[in-house]
T-cell receptor
Framework: AQKITQTQPGMFVQEKEAVTLDCTYDTSDQSYGLFWYKQPSSGEMIFLIYQGSYDEQNATEGRYSLNFQKARKSANLVISASQLGDSAMYFCAMRYSGGGADGLTFGKGTHLIIQP | DAGVIQSPRHEVTEMGQEVTLRCKPISGHDYLFWYRQTMMRGLELLIYFNNNVPIDDSGMPEDRFSAKMPNASFSTLKIQPSEPRDSAVYFC???????????FGPGTRLTVT
């Protein structure tokens, strides 16, 4: 079974600092995808970034980058130059292929609070 | 472009009543997913459809839950009869392909008293 682990229930970070949110995963599949979503207090789920298991380069989207270490089964999200609006819950998720199972398995999330 | 649309946004009902949640995916997206979010269990996949056909419903908790997708632009999740433990936020999401990102609707917050 696939599993996503986010070991940081909560984090406090000073504005403008870089943030790293940890995510490790467990799967026996060779083909899979890793996603990060942001959930602000308003409740919507916002897609941030995607990394495929065969992608050789780390994914980047604006201030977001994904530090993908396949051998260690980790997919940490890095937010550069944090802003007050980055305060939210952040979820790491994995999609695995096989047997038609294309839904996402989510971690428990990290509650990030950016302090001025 | 319109995103995923869900209705109602909030639903309060009494135990034993039937509840129907609705979802309109993004046009052109062939995959539709229903998730449930609770404090205790986090985000869980309930069921997903490909081209209107249910593919995996192993996450549906009980026979009280059922989902349909009669056409490419509409899906429903029904709970009958509802119970207090069904209280949660229910999200619908859609994607072009399973390898692509899923776009989530705003969710329906269900409270069963």
């Amino acid at each position: 079974a696939q599993k996503i682990t986010q070991t940081q229930p909560g984090m406090f970070v000073q504005e403008k600092e870089a943030v790293t949110l940890d995510c490790t995963y467990d799967t026996s599949d060779q083909s899979y995808g890793l996603f990060w979503y942001k959930q602000p207090s308003s409740g919507e789920m916002i897609f941030l970034i995607y990394q495929g298991s065969y992608d050789e380069q780390n994914a980047t989207e604006g201030r977001y980058s994904l530090n993908f270490q396949k051998a260690r089964k980790s997919a940490n999200l890095v937010i550069s130059a944090s802003q007050l609006g980055d305060s939210a819950m952040y979820f790491c998720a994995m999609r695995y292929s096989g047997g038609g199972a294309d839904g996402l398995t989510f971690g428990k999330g990290t509650h990030l609070i950016i302090q001025p | 472009d319109a995103g995923v649309i869900q209705s109602p946004r909030h639903e309060v009902t009494e135990m034993g009543q039937e509840v129907t949640l609705r979802c309109k995916p993004i046009s052109g997206h062939d995959y539709l997913f229903w998730y449930r979010q609770t404090m205790m269990r986090g985000l869980e996949l309930l069921i997903y459809f490909n081209n209107n056909v249910p593919i995996d419903d192993s996450g549906m908790p009980e026979d009280r839950f059922s989902a349909k997708m009669p056409n490419a632009s509409f899906s429903t999740l029904k709970i009958q009869p509802s119970e207090p433990r069904d209280s949660a936020v229910y999200f619908c999401a859609s994607s072009v392909h399973p390898t692509n990102e899923q776009y989530f609707g705003p969710g329906t917050r269900l409270t069963v008293t």
